[in-house]
């Protein structure tokens, strides 16, 4: 036997006790450890708390069925509480005042990122990463399919491309009529106060204002296109949807029932698939909130969203704030009364429904540079490039008579100059100042001058206030180590609506399989009938049943599979086009246009007919359109009159107005062609030379007439610098500018060089930075960060109100800002405010 350790000296513990009483000696079970994690599991959220508290309230403890317990409920339970109670409260209680200026503002920001994607495609340095991630984001699980690598399918890429350009072109066009009115409706004299006593007098705002509420619902069902078709190659929300094909043949998506139980148990989940389906029981402004709840309660759950899909998200959420701002004043006595088909009399919206059905047409003309961008790394070549973008617009000319910026109306919102009219307005600290200085950015208006300490003589009894300059590096500020909002990578389970005993799951299966019996009991695509009482959907039992609440939601419900962008009011078939689009679309030619073409033809034969037929000196110079390029659309030739409860006088249309004038503005094109102050008679050459028409000769391109296919106002024009040449680089303005930028801090000024790329970044471009750090550079130059609702989109505004805001999104679900992405953002920023590697040197 082996001798026993000693484990230590031997404690006498005196005499045995006798007492027979027992002694606790705590409990014997085995327990689990709950760590950090698990805490979280078992709290209840304040959305399910608040739901169970209206649950309660409204069918009592047991609910409206078994399904239920009290701190447990399914996910669709809970929207259908929440979402009901927001609409009864939105019912009782004021609603979103109407502010014009915030309206201006989103709208400018939505026009500005499409105008912003449209440069970008443009660009040899982004194009290749804007494409690739087009292609990552409409494809899924294409090696499980056995199918070719998207990325080495020529076609498809093509394919892709075109539909892209189609899409932000589209949404550009939009956008910027939208913008156009709204600075019309401001300079109409549309004021916040009086906002409904106004569009009630006045029956030419009111038409534009109609016009502009018709116009963003539009746009709203738009953007919900592009935030659906994403969702459905999401890893994640990909099991939701189902691929069918409808009476036309066409592919469209529905809801794959079979995986009701997992959309009807996340809460998350469930406000996802109503936003996808059109037509849903709740308004789009209900379920936006819910789902900006459901991310700031649980922030680990946005990571089921992708980059793209969160941007889609947060350019969803602009759309739906501007719309709940112009539906204010519709929703008054008044207001309910106004006719609501105002869109249809307006002639842009008429132009940019036609302009969708030829862009459908051209854009489907994509296999003629397919072989130009293969492989796709070659359009990182300028000249591919160019090559792809002259062939797209040759497959436009061929098919309208007009390449993509004239078809659509951007040519001069494309050509904005840079402004940045904040240089006056900050407070200099000198070039003598400490160059470690770090301290805030502070415009000279608002800083207050410190009081001088006196004896108490001459001062009251309040507090000398104190200047809000620090100098001090304050390192927590501009940490980089900053950890995000949850390192834990467990996705799945983490609704806290799940996790039922033996008896509550039997009790699951048994209303699951009865909602199943429901489903192969009738149509799935066919939307229910309301007074149906065979229907299953319409039972009075079904209520008591989340699983048939949420398939009874879905049902008839479905959106189309095409990623290209339209609206139910395009013509199904395109215009024919004016010109042999075989001749152009194929081998489009760089030097001569068609137009170009066509316009030579007629003035030689306009000079030929002068030769035939004597000069008339009684006639008016009516015939001096005889030198006149055609035009295709009458309507084009001039910008469209906005109607107005004064309405103008035609002008008469002999006397319309050249379709191809010296280069000016939609705006500056006033009424002067129309009313000539005097009348005297002339040969048509003289006429040609003094209007200077004769020029026409030598151009290659013009696009007045086309860029006045929309309406413009002089505020678009004045915040995007249209018209206006660039000013002169003088020592003067250089040196303002230097001693602008010397005013920011040096850590600033670091960060600077690393946002613009110069020279003297440290990183030399091939480092990222965090998303944190970018938004304090842009704050402390003097821009107000302006988050959104939801989703990524982010909106900085200048410090002066001359220049236009500019958005970015938000790298989504790692907060870090990659080379490729800050290469993007610098380029942007030198496009907006024109800054310059040189101005910010040390």
């Excluded at 912003?116 to 340095?125: G, R, Y």
Aim: one cysteine or more; proline letters at 6%.
């Amino acid at each position: 036997m082996a001798p026993r350790v000693n484990s230590g000296p031997v404690i006498k513990t005196g005499k045995p006790s006798n007492s027979r009483d027992l002694i606790s000696t705590g409990p014997k079970d085995v327990q689990k450890h709950h760590g950090k994690h698990d805490e979280r599991q078992r709290e209840v959220r304040p959305t399910t708390e608040r739901a169970l508290v209206l649950r309660n309230g409204k069918y009592g403890a047991q609910g409206t069925g078994e399904l239920i317990l009290m701190t447990k409920m399914t996910g669709r339970d809970k929207l259908d509480l929440l979402a009901e109670d927001l609409m009864e409260k939105a019912s009782k209680s004021f609603l979103t005042p109407f502010r014009l200026e915030l309206c201006i503002k989103l709208a400018e920001s939505q026009l500005s990122e499409n105008l912003d994607d449209i440069a970008n495609l443009k660009d040899p340095d982004l194009f290749f990463s804007i494409i690739e991630k087009e292609i990552k984001s409409r494809t899924i699980d294409y090696k499980q399919k056995n199918e070719i690598d998207p990325m080495k399918d020529p076609s498809y890429i093509a394919q892709i491309i075109s539909n892209r350009i189609h899409n932000v072109y589209m949404l550009g066009s939009a956008w910027k009529i939208v913008v156009d009115i709204l600075y019309s409706l401001q300079e109409g004299g549309l004021s916040d106060e009086s906002v409904v006593p106004t569009l009630k007098r006045d029956e030419g705002l009111r038409f534009r204002y109609l016009v502009l509420y018709y116009l963003v619902n539009t746009l709203v069902d738009l953007h919900q296109t592009k935030f659906s078709l994403l969702a459905t190659t999401t890893p994640h929300y990909a099991c939701y949807f189902k691929e069918t094909t409808n009476e036309t043949g066409d592919q469209e998506f529905v809801f794959d029932w079979s995986e009701t139980r997992k959309a009807c148990s996340s809460f998350l989940d469930s406000i996802v698939v109503e936003l996808c389906f059109p037509r849903a029981p709740y308004p789009k402004a209900t379920l936006y909130q819910l789902l900006h709840d459901a991310i700031e309660e649980c922030p680990r759950e946005a990571k089921r969203f992708p980059q793209m899909l969160w941007d889609s998200v947060g350019d969803l959420s602009v759309a739906v704030q501007l719309q709940q701002i112009l539906e204010t004043p519709l929703l008054s006595p008044d207001g309910k009364e106004w006719n609501t088909d105002a869109h249809e009399k307006y002639d842009p919206y008429k132009k940019w429904v036609v302009a969708q059905s030829q862009s459908q047409t051209a854009s489907n003309k994509w296999a003629n540079f397919e072989e130009i961008i293969s492989p796709l790394h070659r359009t990182k070549i300028k000249h591919v490039l160019d090559t792809m973008w002259k062939t797209i617009n040759g497959n436009y000319k061929g098919t309208c008579g007009k390449d993509l910026d004239a078809l659509w109306g951007l040519s001069e919102v494309l050509n904005a100059t840079p402004q940045w009219h904040a240089y006056g307005l900050l407070l200099g600290r000198g070039d003598d100042d400490d160059e470690d200085n770090d301290g805030p950015l502070k415009l000279s208006g608002k800083i207050k001058k410190p009081l001088a300490i006196t004896y108490g003589g001459e001062s009251d009894d309040s507090m000398p206030s104190l200047q809000e300059v620090s100098d001090s590096d304050d390192s927590d500020d501009w940490s980089e180590n900053e950890s995000e909002d949850d390192d834990d990578d467990d996705d799945d389970g983490s609704d806290d609506e799940s996790g039922y005993d033996t008896d509550q799951e039997d009790t699951v299966r048994d209303l699951l399989r009865e909602a199943m019996d429901a489903v192969t009991a009738v149509n799935w695509q066919e939307p229910p009938v309301a007074n149906d009482e065979l229907d299953p959907f319409n039972a009075e039992d079904s209520k008591r049943n989340s699983f048939l609440k949420l398939l009874g939601s879905l049902r008839g419900r479905m959106f189309s599979k095409d990623s290209k962008l339209k609206t139910a009011a395009a013509p199904k078939s395109a215009t024919k086009p004016t010109v042999n689009a075989s001749a152009t679309v194929d081998r489009p030619k760089a030097g001569v246009t068609i137009e170009e073409v066509s316009d030579e033809d007629d003035i030689s034969h306009a000079k030929k007919k002068k030769k035939k037929k004597p000069k008339k000196k009684k006639k008016k110079p009516t015939a001096a359109a005889d030198g006149e390029a055609p035009v295709e659309d009458n309507a084009a030739t001039a910008p469209p009159p906005i109607p107005s409860a004064t309405v103008s006088p035609a002008p008469n249309a002999q006397s319309k107005a050249p379709a191809k004038p010296k280069a000016a503005t939609a705006a500056s094109q006033s009424t002067t062609s129309f009313y000539p102050s005097e009348t005297i008679a002339q040969s048509a050459r003289s006429y040609l030379q003094s209007e200077q028409l004769d020029v026409l000769k030598t151009k290659t391109k013009s696009r007045s007439a086309q860029a006045s296919l929309f309406s413009s106002t002089k505020g678009l024009f004045d915040k995007f610098g249209v018209g206006q040449e660039k000013k002169k680089d003088t020592s003067a303005d250089k040196k303002e500018r230097r001693n602008w930028f010397a005013n920011l801090g040096k850590r600033t000024r670091t960060y600077m060089h690393q946002i613009l790329n110069t020279a003297d970044d440290e990183t030399q471009g091939k480092a990222g930075m965090k998303w944190d750090i970018f938004v304090k550079v842009l704050t402390d130059v003097g821009f107000k960060y302006v988050p959104s609702t939801a989703g990524s989109s982010v909106r900085f505004d200048p410090p002066s109100s001359k220049d236009r805001s500019i958005s970015f999104h938000k790298p989504h679900p790692d907060s870090t800002i990659g080379p490729v992405l800050l290469k993007e953002f610098s380029k942007k920023l030198r496009r907006y405010y024109g800054w310059d590697s040189s101005d910010i040197a040390d």
